[in-house]
Antibody, heavy 117, light 107 residues
Framework: QVQLQESGPGLVKPSETLSLTCTLS????????WHWIRQTPGKGLEWIGY??????KYNPSLKSRVTMSLDTSKNQFSLNLTSVTAADTAVYFC????????????WGQGTLVAVSS | DIQMTQSPSSLSASVGDRVTITCRAS??????LNWYQQKPGKAPKLLIY???TLHSGVPSRFSGSGSGTDFTLTISSLQPEDFASYSC?????????FGPGTKVDLK
């Protein structure tokens, strides 16, 4: 059974970089597409982007600040979001999809990241 | 970006009721539409993909329909475990966007 688990700091200072890792168990990260999504009470669910073995795609609204990477040796993928502000405070989820429907399943449990000094 | 809207934003229903939630896209998305269920403090779970295909393990009381810009999620007989929020998501082009959600609570 494929499971995903997010990890990373729960508090980040304004202007710094938010870094999260998603660890996959029960499958191989060399296949599929690996997504980051965030959720806030005000804006709801927001797709951040995905990475796969031969590329990535980011939401244009975040593209200038987002970098994703894959570590196949550790079965992990990561999100870096630079120059964060309070508006980046959210619950961050990782998820998997195929490359056809891009339907997201499964999801990690989510991790709350607050941006505050 | 394609805007997704949902109606109603919330509804109250009883166990056994038939519930229908509507999702509308701001432009044609063919059938690139997915539905998720989310309970408080939990991650969303995939219910339906490609507008009408039931995800593995999802009870058959859930169904989806539609194509183009208008889509519906129907729960044929609401069960206690179905009280949750439901969101649609398009994957027609980038960026993928979600609807604002519909909260289903107990009448």
């Amino acid at each position: 059974q494929v499971q995903l688990q997010e990890s990373g700091p729960g508090l980040v200072k304004p202007s710094e970089t938010l870094s999260l890792t998603c660890t996959l168990s029960g499958g191989s990260i060399s296949s599929y597409y690996w997504h980051w999504i965030r959720q806030t009470p005000g804006k709801g669910l927001e797709w951040i982007g995905y990475i796969y073995y031969s590329g990535s795609k980011y939401n244009p609204s975040l593209k200038s600040r987002v970098t994703m990477s894959l570590d196949t040796s550790k079965n992990q993928f990561s999100l870096n979001l630079t120059s964060v502000t309070a508006a980046d405070t959210a619950v961050y989820f990782c998820a998997r999809s195929s490359g056809y429907t891009y339907a997201l399943d499964p999801w990690g449990q989510g991790t709350l990241v607050a941006v505050s000094s | 970006d394609i805007q997704m809207t949902q109606s109603p934003s919330s509804l109250s229903a009883s166990v056994g009721d038939r519930v229908t939630i509507t999702c509308r896209a701001s432009q044609n998305i063919n059938n690139y539409l997915n539905w998720y269920q989310q309970k408080p403090g939990k991650a969303p779970k995939l219910l339906i993909y490609a507008a009408s295909t039931l995800h593995s393990g999802v009870p058959s009381r859930f169904s989806g329909s539609g194509s183009g810009t208008d889509f519906t999620l129907t729960i044929s007989s609401l069960q206690p475990e179905d009280f949750a929020s439901y969101s649609c998501q398009h994957t027609f082009n980038y960026p993928f966007t979600f609807g604002p959600g519909t909260k289903v609570d107990l009448k």
